[in-house]
């Protein structure tokens, strides 16, 4: 608060910068412009650096979060592709484990990948991916071996 003339000089805090629009930033200018001394003004020029540099940083940032989160689209994406491949790798008891992958998943832990037999593992810790596995003459899905009877 100022001294002088009762009103509040805060600055908007970074969170609220971003949602600023151009009006409501020429708002604060001028609410600023009315408020100062006329006997002592301050630096306008300063205060738009300022606000500048803050609106600067947020943007930043949220680039920063928005291409995190792409990241994380990717990672996912590409983990997903693992479906059906062979895979092995250390879970987080530091045990070797191997299978092929039936399921992918995405926690507070980054993402996992669920083996067949079970176990998962975490796509970060995975250290070999294996073609498909082909299948055995037992899982032979056709629909019969036996010659149609006349």
Do not use: H, Y
Request: glycine share 6%.
């Amino acid at each position: 608060m100022d001294a002088v003339s009762g009103v509040s000089t805060a600055t908007p805090t970074d969170s609220t910068i971003s949602q600023l629009n151009s009006d409501e930033f020429l708002e604060i200018i001028l609410q600023e412009m009315q408020s100062q001394d006329p006997l002592e003004p301050s630096d306008t020029s300063q205060m738009l650096e300022q606000l500048s540099s803050l609106m600067t940083i947020q943007s930043d940032s949220d680039m920063i979060d928005r291409l995190g989160e792409l990241v994380g689209q990717n990672e996912f994406a590409s983990a997903s592709g693992l479906i059906g491949r062979q895979v092995s790798g250390l879970d987080d008891q530091n045990q070797r484990v191997a299978g092929v992958v039936s399921s992918v998943s995405q926690g507070r832990d980054g993402i996992a990948l669920r083996l067949d037999d079970g176990s998962s593992i975490a796509v970060d810790r995975i250290d070999t991916v294996l073609a498909a596995p082909e299948p055995s003459d037992d899982e032979d899905t056709s629909e019969s071996d036996e010659e149609p009877s006349s």
